[in-house]
Nanobody
Framework: QVQLVESGGGLVQPGGSLRLSCAAS????????MGWYRQAPGKQRELVAA???????NYADSVKGRFTISRDNAKNTVYLQMNSLKPEDTAVYYC???????????????WGQGTQVSVSS
C-alpha cells in the first residue's frame, strides 16, 4: 500500500503562485510515475502533470509554461510549482502514484485525499 499526503493548497489571487507537495509512504517496490490531477466542480478529473522516476514529464496544454512538476526520488515526494495562476485553475488537486508492490507485480494507482486550490481576487 502507498499513502499519499498532499500539502500546499490555498487561496491565491490571479497571477499568484502556489507550490503543492505530495509525500508517499508505505510498503512498495517502486513508484514509477507520480502526478497531479485536478477536478473542478461539475467537471471530470483531468491530468495536470506527471513525472516518471527517470524525470520525463508530461503536462496538460492548459498549464504548459506556467506549472512545473518535479520529484525527489530519495524522499518519494513530488512537487507542483504553479505560477501565473488563473481563476480557471481553481479545483481540488489530487496526487497520484503508480506503484509496484514487488518486482513482478502490475502497476497500481494510489490517490491522495486532495487539496483545494482557489484562484480569486
Amino acid at each position: 500500500q502507498v499513502q499519499l499526503v498532499e500539502s500546499g493548497g490555498g487561496l491565491v489571487q490571479p497571477g499568484g503562485s502556489l507550490r503543492l507537495s505530495c509525500a508517499a509512504s508505505g510498503t512498495f517496490f517502486s513508484i514509477n510515475v507520480m502526478g497531479w490531477y485536478r477536478q473542478a466542480p461539475g467537471k471530470q478529473r483531468e491530468l495536470v502533470a506527471a513525472i516518471t522516476s527517470g524525470g520525463s514529464t508530461n503536462y496538460a496544454d492548459s498549464v504548459k509554461g506556467r506549472f512545473t512538476i518535479s520529484r525527489d526520488n530519495a524522499k518519494n515526494t513530488v512537487y507542483l510549482q504553479m505560477n501565473s495562476l488563473k481563476p480557471e485553475d481553481t479545483a481540488v488537486y489530487y496526487c497520484n502514484a503508480a506503484a509496484k508492490r514487488n518486482y513482478f507485480s502490475s502497476l497500481y494507482d494510489f490517490w491522495g485525499q486532495g487539496t483545494q486550490v482557489s484562484v480569486s481576487s
